[in-house]
């Protein structure tokens, strides 16, 4: 059996509330064999690294059952395990504040018959501009929480929740999902103020409507959306019928950028401004055009400010934002939502270093609740890099083999870290025998 460190040993102390004691000990086993397993990660490769020297035979029953149950059959649930790793990643980090959140959905491939939630959906990495791509999977919605490294440009995403889109029109929408993930973590923060970012897909009535007035939203808006005046015009007293509640209707993002091109009379708003700001790690000054609505479809009757923002270089498309924060500044806004790439990053790292959609389950328990678990694994991984790991004369070994490419903020990084210092607190030098090195001890 591999042998935890005392470091991450702490971290997984502090979800024990979550677990009785023997799905602790089962908790940290998979956990172990997870990270230590090469190549595929089908469960069943999973469950045999974690004993290296016991041989199962798929012709009988093999030991694995108790891991199998973890997931399919266990009683600990996922939003507890995401409450306590929420805890442990704001204590362990000492985030004050602000807190950022980052929703989006990903496509885990997924073929199969009797496979629970699978449906045809949108493959954002096959997709283009003028092609939509789908394929066969199930479709997560996923709530992270978003961290800066410190002296540093970079943020890194730490998945907490994580809801199954369902197929069929009956079923909850991706906005609708991610409501409820937000409505979860404003519970466990009462006191709190939160910033959340998403992209267009989350632009929605069901998401946005009634949004508690502890959280700023920032994300894309639609380049034809029905926007209005929010001042209302003065009505003469003799004029009957109801009085009107906002004024006439305004020009939407695309029309607005082709008013301000044209330099209609240079009027405000329709005039751009350059804006400096670090977005995805460079120093860019940016056109921005900015001005305040409402829009009664998505928000009703509360006021939101688009910010539309334009590369003069031509490195970037032009980006219709918005913001519920009416103060905030232009380049906060862009920076801001620039940090929801992180969140795509997260999961191509899930995917190529953790083996996300190796798994061959099928059964609605088990989908259900590997894929966020591994998700949150993942964040686990990344708060032990952060709070104790790179502290390792192991992580500083692996700092003097980077190349250029490399970079220390990875997950696959942190990963190998981690393994190596798990193979050193396994495997001893001390053996008397060559057998007994080839082995865990």
């Known amino acids: 059996m591999w042998q935890i460190i005392p470091s991450l040993a702490s ?12 799905t602790l000990r089962t908790h940290t086993a998979i956990l172990l064999g997870w990270l230590m397993c090469l190549g595929r990660h089908t469960e069943y490769r999973v469950f045999e690294a974690i004993d290296a020297s016991r041989v199962a035979s798929r012709a009988q029953r093999h030991p694995f059952d108790r891991f199998y149950n973890f997931f399919s059959r266990s009683a600990w ?3 507890k395990l995401g409450h306590e790793l929420c805890v442990a990643i704001v204590v362990r980090l000492h985030l004050t504040g602000v807190l950022t959140l980052l929703v989006d959905d990903t496509l885990l491939h997924k073929r199969g018959k009797h496979v629970y939630g699978l449906g045809w959906f949108r493959d954002a990495v096959a997709s283009t501009a003028s092609r939509v791509a789908t394929a066969s999977g199930n479709n997560w919605v996923v709530l992270a929480l978003a961290i800066a490294i410190p002296k ?4 890194i995403a730490l998945p907490l929740l994580a809801r199954l889109h369902l197929p069929g029109e009956d079923q909850l929408s991706q906005p609708e999902l991610a409501k ?3 409505l979860e973590v404003l519970a466990w923060y009462p006191d709190r103020h939160f910033v959340l970012i998403g992209d267009g897909g989350y632009s929605a009535e069901n998401l946005l409507k009634d949004l508690d007035e502890r959280v700023t939203y920032v994300g894309r808006i639609r380049s034809d959306a029905e926007v209005y005046d929010p001042s209302v015009p003065a009505q003469p007293k003799s004029k009957r019928g109801p009085k009107p509640q906002k004024g006439p209707r305004w020009p939407g993002p695309k029309e607005a950028v082709q008013r301000a091109d044209a ?14 700001v670090v977005a995805y790690g460079v120093q860019r000054t940016l056109q921005v055009l900015a001005y305040v609505v409402v829009w009664p479809e998505v928000f009703g009757l509360r006021q939101i400010r688009i910010v539309i923002v334009r590369d003069p270089e031509g490195k970037l498309k032009d980006t ?3 913001t519920t924060d009416l103060l905030a500044s232009l380049d906060w806004v862009i920076a801001t939502y620039a940090k929801r790439w992180s969140i795509e990053v997260a999961f191509k790292n ?6 996300i959609e190796g798994p061959q389950h099928w059964c609605q328990a088990s989908i259900e ?9 993942q964040s686990l991984v990344t708060l032990w890099y952060l709070s104790s790991g790179q502290a390792l004369p192991e992580a500083e070994a692996a700092r003097g083999r980077m190349g250029p490419w490399d970079s220390e903020w990875s997950l696959r990084h942190m990963v190998s870290v981690l393994r190596t210092a798990i193979l050193e607190q396994t495997i001893k030098p001390n053996s008397g025998q060559k057998a007994a090195l080839r082995h865990p001890c």
């Open 152 to 155: 540093t440009d970079i943020i």
């Open 180 to 182: 409820a993930m937000l």
């Open 11 to 22: 971290l997984l102390q502090d979800l024990s509330p979550v677990f009785t004691e023997p």
């Open 263 to 276: 330099k209609a009379k240079n009027q405000v708003p329709w005039v751009w401004q350059s804006v400096d």
């Open 350 to 355: 899930s995917k190529q270093v953790l083996g």
């Open 320 to 322: 219709y934002l918005f």
């Open 77 to 79: 649930t996922i939003e």
């Open 369 to 377: 609740k590997l894929a966020p678990w591994l998700w949150q694994m």
